[in-house]
């Protein structure tokens, strides 16, 4: 089995240039995809999804961002009126929770809210649906297996 790795290409205009990859939700479907195939060699009548529940989890940096370029009447508004008065830790923390699910159903694009080009390291997590419950960061081992990196030639 032959893995093809995608490549970068642009144009670099100085010497600072970054080039970083994070999970998708096309993530998700292809890492099924191989997994499913790997499970049809093994002569399995099973698929990714009897085996394996596949989660994103946003990067919580971008999370932060979010929330510190939105105003006050944002802020107010993504919570029930009447958590309002918890202390500023607790209220923070259910803001972020909101921000999370708003991002995840699509209804807040992180890109309207002016966060800089920071990069962004959603995860990618599989967990096995039997068994112990061993979370594992494909993203993170991903990132392990291949060499990503950038070379520019000034």
């Given at each position: 089995?032959?893995?093809?790795i995608?490549?970068?290409?642009?144009?670099i205009?100085n010497?600072?240039?970054?080039?970083?990859v994070?999970?998708?939700?096309?993530?998700i479907?292809?890492v099924?995809k191989l997994?499913?195939y790997?499970?049809?060699?093994a002569?399995?009548?099973k698929?990714a999804?009897?085996?394996?529940?596949f989660?994103?989890?946003?990067?919580?940096?971008?999370?932060?961002?979010?929330?510190?370029?939105?105003?006050?009447?944002q802020?107010?508004?993504?919570?029930?009126k009447?958590?309002?008065?918890?202390?500023?830790k607790?209220?923070?923390?259910?803001?972020?929770?909101?921000v999370?699910?708003?991002?995840?159903?699509g209804?807040?694009?992180?890109d309207?809210?002016s966060c800089d080009?920071?990069?962004?390291?959603?995860?990618?997590?599989?967990?096995?649906?039997?068994?112990?419950?061993?979370?594992?960061?494909?993203t993170a081992k991903?990132?392990s297996?291949f060499?990503?990196s950038?070379?520019?030639?000034?």
């Amino acid at each position: 089995m032959k893995l093809f790795i995608h490549s970068f290409s642009d144009i670099i205009t100085n010497s600072s240039e970054s080039i970083y990859v994070s999970a998708t939700e096309k993530s998700i479907v292809m890492v099924k995809k191989l997994i499913n195939y790997f499970l049809q060699k093994a002569g399995s009548d099973k698929k990714a999804d009897d085996l394996f529940t596949f989660e994103l989890i946003l990067d919580e940096a971008l999370v932060e961002r979010i929330l510190d370029n939105m105003d006050d009447d944002q802020l107010v508004n993504l919570v029930d009126k009447d958590l309002i008065n918890l202390d500023d830790k607790d209220l923070q923390e259910k803001q972020a929770e909101e921000v999370r699910r708003l991002v995840k159903e699509g209804k807040i694009d992180p890109d309207s809210y002016s966060c800089d080009y920071s990069r962004r390291e959603d995860s990618l997590i599989i967990t096995p649906k039997d068994g112990p419950k061993e979370e594992l960061d494909l993203t993170a081992k991903v990132r392990s297996i291949f060499d990503i990196s950038a070379i520019w030639n000034g």
